[in-house]
């Protein structure tokens, strides 16, 4: 079965940006972005929200283009190019990227739309979504792997990645890492009865 | 200078209240990692809660290390109120929470612990004197309770080490990086 593996920064306090969206307290650096990188052979399809899908097209369709970009971004970019992208919105009526036709566009149904992609052949997938589409996939058990990097520092006010999850579930810690930046790379998986 | 130092048990979600709800197990590389944080303890700092749930189960409790520590060192709980049970070494501190702390440290001494207390550790968290923070944190999302970091603004840590213990649980280690306020320009 494939895999929804989700990666996200925090600071200690669980938060996962800041209260205008701000991201800048991330001690993101070569090493942090290697070790995020390294999904790329894992997987093969991403999942987004609207508005998660809506910046990433903004910024990743135009990096090929830019040349100042950086070879880890092309690479990343290359790799969102060929990847599956799911996105999750009531709102929206199509998913574009570019001429691609790799877009699939879940509008209700949540949890059976995401386990009947599971059950399709392929590479695991990459959950990158806002707090709230994250806890909503946590309260309906969808995420199989939690890659979680805290980040040396308490932000006091931001959008935190765990509020609204009400539902008491265990993990099993894999991997704990501390980068020189003294970023805590976790991997953790749940343990399912 | 002595060190103010919070340890305490989280879920991976940050809750921090009754832990004993997502601690599930207890092994030996928390043993020695609690060992390790009280050895140079030789005061700790106790919200009014945690001393009355405390004083009456560490007195007659064998579970080592812990119980002999805390039953013997000198322990100063933030309350308005008389303390009303009988537990040796305890008193209530005098005046505000934060000016005693930072008195505290000026005096000679080993650290000065913070356990449990969640309400006395933000606000020596808040109040910027806190040196260390030393977490143990589940491989569980609680769900529910007060989380240890809600309410406390922003503050600059330094990892100073991480480790897994052999069921899975998250030694890590922070030191804060205190802001020099005076240096306003």
């Given at each position: 079965l494939r895999k929804v593996i989700s990666l996200i920064h925090l600071s200690l306090d669980g938060l996962a940006s800041g209260p205008n969206d701000e991201l800048d307290w991330i001690s993101y650096d070569a090493e942090l972005e290697q070790s995020a990188h390294s999904l790329h052979a894992l997987t093969d399809a991403v999942i987004w929200g609207r508005r998660t899908y809506e910046g990433m097209a903004s910024y990743w369709l135009t990096v090929p283009g830019n040349p100042e970009s950086t070879p880890a971004e092309l690479e990343h970019a290359r790799y969102l190019d060929g990847a599956t992208k799911i996105v999750v919105s009531r709102t929206l009526d199509q998913v574009t990227w570019g001429?691609?036709?790799?877009t699939v566009l879940i509008k209700d149904n949540v949890a059976d739309e995401i386990n009947k992609i599971k059950q399709e052949p392929g590479k695991d997938i990459w959950f990158l979504g806002s707090p709230v589409l994250a806890q909503t996939f946590m309260q309906l058990d969808l995420i199989d792997e939690y890659r979680i990097n805290i980040n040396p520092t308490v932000m006091g006010q931001g959008k935190p990645f765990f509020t609204d999850v009400t539902r008491q579930f265990p993990l099993k810690l894999l991997e704990a890492k501390t980068l020189k930046s003294g970023v805590v790379c976790l991997r953790y998986e749940p343990v399912r009865k | 200078v002595r060190k103010i130092v919070v340890y305490e048990l989280l879920s991976l979600d940050g809750v921090a209240e009754n832990p004993d709800s997502f601690f599930a197990d207890w092994d030996e590389a928390m043993d020695a990692n609690l060992a390790a944080v009280i050895a140079t303890q030789d005061a700790v700092i106790l919200g009014r809660r945690s001393y009355t749930e405390w004083a009456q189960f560490w007195p007659s409790s064998q579970i080592q290390p812990f119980a002999t520590f805390i039953n013997g060192v000198t322990k100063y709980v933030a309350t308005s109120t008389p303390l009303d049970r009988d537990w040796a070494n305890a008193t209530a501190l005098d005046g505000g929470l934060v000016k005693f702390v930072r008195d505290l440290k000026q005096q000679r001494g080993g650290d000065i612990g913070v356990h449990a207390s969640i309400s006395v550790a933000q606000a020596l968290l808040a109040a910027g004197v806190v040196d260390e923070l030393r977490l143990v944190i589940a491989?569980?999302?609680?769900?529910r309770g007060r989380r240890l970091l809600d309410g406390v603004p922003s503050i600059q840590l330094e990892s100073i080490r991480s480790e897994i213990s052999p069921t899975g649980y998250l030694l890590v280690d922070y030191r804060v990086i205190h802001q020099n306020l005076e240096n306003n320009g």
């Open positions: 001429d691609a036709q790799n | 491989p569980r999302i609680a769900g």
